[in-house]
């Protein structure tokens, strides 16, 4: 991806933002992955975690624009065979925006959502053998979708089900998450 369409990109997120009627509301969230194809062997179907921070953009009419910080990571994962072990982690760090869009026309009720990302993950491995070990670590930073439903209980208390794709080193590294969100 070149920086002229992450460049483009941004501008599309942020557009919308600016033009909302009153300023951000500010909040964090957190929840649980499910891991889904390639993912799902890579950490042994282990379930992961999610915590974040994010800016809610009321944009009128049931729209909503929410920019999005997310750390996720997963329990690292062994195995071992006759003197020999070795463990992986995977975890990410995501920035991205959704867009909400609230049935009723307010911003409280049930919802849809769709979103994009720039996600960077990161797989840690180690390995030993009769007491030699040796260890790895490789980054990448690859474009995450998301879509889902939620339910905004009040201006302050919500959940979302979201299904993110993404890939890295020549997988899928998909999850389900579920989550809460609480806005201040």
Known sequence: MTIRALILAAAALVAP????????RFG????????QSDLKDAVDSKVGFTVG???TFDLR???MIRHRLDYTWFPEYSWGWGGYSTSHKFSNISLGADYLYFVEGKPQGFYVTGGLALVQWKAELSSSYLGASASASE???KLGLAAGVGYQFNKTV???VRYLKSSAWEGDLDMIQVGATFCF
């Open 139 to 141: 980054t990448t930073t």
């Open 53 to 55: 921070a994010q800016a």
């Open 158 to 160: 919500g959940a979302d």
């Open 17 to 24: 933002a600016l033009s909302a009627q009153e300023g951000p």
């Open 61 to 63: 009419g049931g729209h």
């Open 28 to 35: 964090l969230q957190a929840g649980l992955n499910i891991p």
